[in-house]
């Protein structure tokens, strides 16, 4: 069973972003602002389809774009999978 | 020379920078008392200064306030819509509908030929701005201040939950901003000068886009095309850069915080890139509004395909409406139906799809299969023809 705790789910979209944004991996955080990123909407979706898979829910994209950070987004997606 | 495209410019900032001086007098945002006068002031004496820079009329200023004012009716009405009862009771594309109508049909039909190209550009910025006010659920108690904020002041025309509070910072140094963006005006007059008159028409003398090559652009070589287009598209930008500038500068004095609305577009590295730098205000209202809900919608995803065909339809929709606003500016402007801005349109997220395929088929990420200036280079190309493609429509050529 994969570890659904926001933590993890920080690590995680940090990662999948700094990857797809050919960033180096330390460079995300919890508090950076997705908006700032520039995130192109390809990778927006990719990433949707990644974390339902992960949680075994759906996920608006909308989801994404009200985010002010990644940890929000993170608590955003955790407090809805409950 | 197109003299009128100067006026335009001046109006496109009259209409921007009115709001937040009166903001500014009347809100209760401002921090310091002194702010109430003197950024007022400091707004009046830029008007003035980029009005002398273009030739403005005191007629033509006269128009730009009662403009202003309608406009500001315009924004207490948006007021008057927001609600639950509205958001529940009318579809998104009924909404959108009335704020278009509101603040772009209805003034264009107003305010007639000398003013009505800045109407029309500033109009469709205030009726995305009043939509989003209208259809997002509010955080906070919205007064008649509120609505003059995210209507015409804040030019983030995405009011989503992130931006749903007027939040303001300590002022901020936005002087030399506003600085900047009065010189922006100045260098596309400067570049209206010495743009080579492609092609003489008698036809065409009292259009914005007279000489515009493209008027017969069959007859244009490459390098005759890239020449002939590069300063026009130059000369839009110098004009819609200029207006950003000034509007951030001044919303930077008076302490708000607010991004950019163009990063360096014509460096972007790939096609996709070229719309978080251009006009991003409009990319993120349309990404929000647009693509976001149909490319989550669960009528897209019963019809199977996954992410990718998610992503496509999403795309699809969101430049399919932009360039039917496109179309639908076109005919406020030249009265009659031209569906080249569609086409424009649909034709750059076609673009967009191939090079997504590339992207995902290439055998490493792209740095390693393109270099970057190459990629930099083949994107130029594409917004070139794209813009050369578009900009004589938008001109009524």
Redesign the interface.
């Known amino acids: 069973m994969q570890d659904t705790s926001v933590h993890s789910l920080v690590d995680y979209i940090c990662n999948y972003l700094a990857t797809a944004l050919?960033l180096p991996p330390d460079t995300l955080g919890p508090n950076s602002d997705l908006?700032c990123l520039?995130i192109?909407?390809?990778v927006v979706?990719?990433l949707?389809?990644e974390l339902e898979d992960r949680l075994g829910m759906?996920?608006?994209?909308?989801a994404?774009?009200?985010?002010?950070d990644v940890l929000e987004l993170a608590q955003g997606l955790v407090a809805e999978r409950r | 020379m197109p003299p009128e495209l100067l006026t335009a410019f001046a109006f496109n900032l009259g209409l921007r920078t009115l709001p937040i001086a009166l903001f500014a007098a009347v809100g209760r945002h401002s921090r310091r008392r002194s702010y109430r006068v003197a950024l007022p002031a400091l707004s009046l004496a830029l008007l003035a200064t980029a009005g002398a820079i273009s030739g403005t009329t005191a007629e033509l200023g006269a128009t730009m306030a009662i403009a202003c004012l309608y406009f500001l009716g315009a924004s207490l009405v948006a007021h008057g819509l927001r609600g639950r009862r509205v958001r529940e009771a009318l579809p998104a594309p009924v909404i959108l509908g009335l704020c278009l109508s509101l603040f772009l049909v209805l003034p264009a039909w107003v305010f007639k030929r000398s003013v009505l190209v800045p109407v029309v550009v500033v109009g469709f910025d205030y009726a995305l701005s009043a939509y989003s006010y209208v259809v997002t659920k509010p955080e906070q108690e919205r007064t008649w201040h509120t609505s003059l904020f995210f209507v015409l002041v804040d030019p983030v025309v995405a009011y989503?939950?992130?931006s749903v509070a007027i939040q303001r910072n300590s002022p901020r140094p936005g002087l030399a901003r506003c600085f900047g963006g009065l010189l922006s005006l100045l260098a596309a007059e400067l570049l209206l000068h010495i743009i080579p008159p492609t092609i003489p028409s008698e036809t065409f003398g009292s259009n914005l886009f007279a000489n515009y090559p493209l008027a017969d652009y069959l007859l244009l070589d490459y390098l005759g095309f890239l020449i002939g287009v590069c300063p026009w598209l130059a000369l839009h930008y110098l004009g819609v850069a200029g207006a950003a500038s000034l509007q951030i500068g001044l919303l930077g004095l008076l302490g708000f915080q607010v991004?950019e609305r163009f990063q360096r577009p014509y460096l972007a590295s790939d096609p996709?890139?070229f719309w978080?730098?251009y006009n991003r205000y409009v990319t993120?209202w349309l990404?929000?509004h647009v693509?976001?809900?149909v490319?989550?919608s669960r009528l897209i995803?019963s019809a199977g395909g996954?992410?990718?065909s998610?992503?496509w339809a999403?795309?699809s929709a969101a430049f399919g409406l932009n360039g039917l606003l496109h179309v639908l500016c076109a005919g406020l402007l030249f009265g009659r139906l031209d569906i080249r801005p569609l086409v424009a349109f649909l034709a750059y997220a076609l673009v967009l799809l191939a090079a997504?395929l590339f992207k995902r088929l290439a055998p490493s990420?792209r740095?390693g299969v393109v270099p970057q200036t190459a990629a930099s280079l083949a994107t130029f190309h594409v917004v070139v023809a794209f813009g050369g493609y578009l900009l004589p429509a938008m001109g009524g050529l």
Do not use: H
């Open positions: 050919e908006e520039g192109p909407s390809s979706m990719a949707v389809g759906e996920i608006a994209p909308t994404f774009f009200d985010a002010q | 989503r939950k992130r991004a996709a890139d978080q730098r993120d990404k929000y693509f976001a809900p490319a989550g995803r996954g992410q990718g998610a992503w999403g795309v997504d990420p740095k």
